[in-house]
């Protein structure tokens, strides 16, 4: 063969192994629960972004938080010939009758963060979420040195996130195992004694209801003047709204802690302010990174695996674990599992603006770049 030829053979081959050629044009449906909760709007622009950069056509759909609604768009892509479908579910065990006709034509469903309770969930990417508490709660024995505490007595409240996402129990798990010696030992005290996952949850992650709820047990068991020192919400929408009833109806003059998730612009703006203590940030450009390698490997016919971490050479950590989360059918779901980081005053310039998820204002404000 000439040498032009073998280079022009391998340029074909390189061109195919970038996107394959059965791959090209192909169709694939995003479905993210809703525009309302500040994140999905960074993950939509991600996934739709990356899947249309690397050849796919893409369906990007916002269900506006409702079951109905989500299951139609479902729906609408199947039948739209979508070969690929990357799904968060607004509610983890209402999708079972589309997920149903997704295995029946043979569709592959990558669960995007959250888990669905179906067997059709071919595969799920996340952050750790069990990791993501454990960090809010640490945060907590950290900064009030709770090992160190002596005689000390702190106040605490929890606020979880919707019972229909999977997701909120291993939140509200990871962070109160570790608090939990403390609560015990008698350093914290939860004044409203509501420890319960059901008692502290908040339905569809909604600011108001959390705002509401924290507005009672102010109400209730701290218009006293007792004094409330940590308030451990499990995301920034919920923290907004605990933040906003505290400004408004607690009397003591301490400064509460506060946790959060997500690095949403207003909680942001409140680190800056002092009025949360932290969030815990997961880097969604990267899940979209994971989401996009793997959806190419199943589409190929590849071999799932922990090969497709180190084929990737991705520049940030994820696990494969085949072991701890489980469908409701009792599977375990092969999950790619990426590591959340705690962002405070303190970082974030090398955690947010240096990697290029947000801009820094001249107020030291941030925003997010997409
Ligand atoms: C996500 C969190 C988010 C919450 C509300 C969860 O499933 O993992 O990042 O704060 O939904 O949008």
Redesign the pocket.
Known sequence: MKKSLVVLAALATATMMAVPASAEGELIGIAM?TQS?E??NRDGSYLEEQFKAAGYEVDLKFSDNEVDQQVNDIQNMISNGAKLLVV?AIDGEALNTVMDEAVEAGIPVIAY??LIMHDGSSYYV??D?YTVGTLQGQFVVDTLDLENAGDAVYNIEFTA??PA?N??GFFFNGAFDVLKPYIDAGTLNVVSGQTDFDSVATPA?DTQTALERMQNILASYYADGTQLDVALCS???TALGVTQAIESDYAGDNTVLITG??GDEANLANIVDGKQSMTVY?AVANEAVVTLDLAKAILAGDTIDAGLIDASGWDFECAYDTESYNTSEGHNCPSFLLVPTVVTTDNLQEALVDPGYYTMDDDGYLHPTN
Request: hydrophobic share 25%; net charge negative.
């Open positions: 629960p909760l994140r999905w968060s963060d959250r996340s952050f979420n996130g919707d996402d997701n909120a992650w995301n920034d929408s998730q997500d997961k």
